[in-house]
């Protein structure tokens, strides 16, 4: 069966860290393009980090740079996004995507149109950031 299973996320306080996984079966991530996303129902979609499979670079976007790291463990087919000084306004459901669309760039992948679909996608996970 092809998707992606994440898991990982919870209440932390602001400040804290936390560290969300996202295991794919049924396909090999390393040739995808693939990232992580966070919508809340009725919102508009943000890409948080991606990666496409045409550009060496690692998106993040301006809201998470310097405190986010997206990585990724070939043996286990697992992608990975580790959350550092998280702050409320980072509370939102997560998800990650992988996609057969080797975006032009990284960026492209992230920024696209939030009625775009990916080819997989996770079943969200819900990350609080509260004191």
């Known amino acids: 069966q092809l998707q992606l299973v994440e898991s990982g996320g919870g209440l932390v306080q602001p400040g804290g860290s936390l560290r969300l996984s996202c295991v794919a079966s049924g396909f090999n991530l390393s040739y995808y393009s693939y990232g992580w996303f966070r919508q809340a129902p009725g919102k508009v979609r943000e890409g948080v980090s991606c990666l496409s499979s045409s550009d060496s670079r690692t998106y993040y976007s301006d809201s998470v740079k310097d405190r986010f790291i997206m990585s990724r463990d070939d043996a286990t087919n697992t992608m990975y996004l580790q959350m550092n000084n998280l702050n409320p306004e980072d509370t939102d459901v997560y998800y990650c995507?992988?996609?057969?669309?080797?975006?032009?760039?990284?960026?492209?992948?992230?920024?696209?149109?939030?009625?775009?679909?990916?080819?997989?996608r996770g079943q969200g996970t819900q990350v609080t950031v509260s004191s």
């Open positions: 995507a992988a996609d057969r669309v080797p975006w032009i760039s990284s960026q492209a992948m992230c920024v696209t149109s939030d009625d775009y679909e990916y080819d997989y």
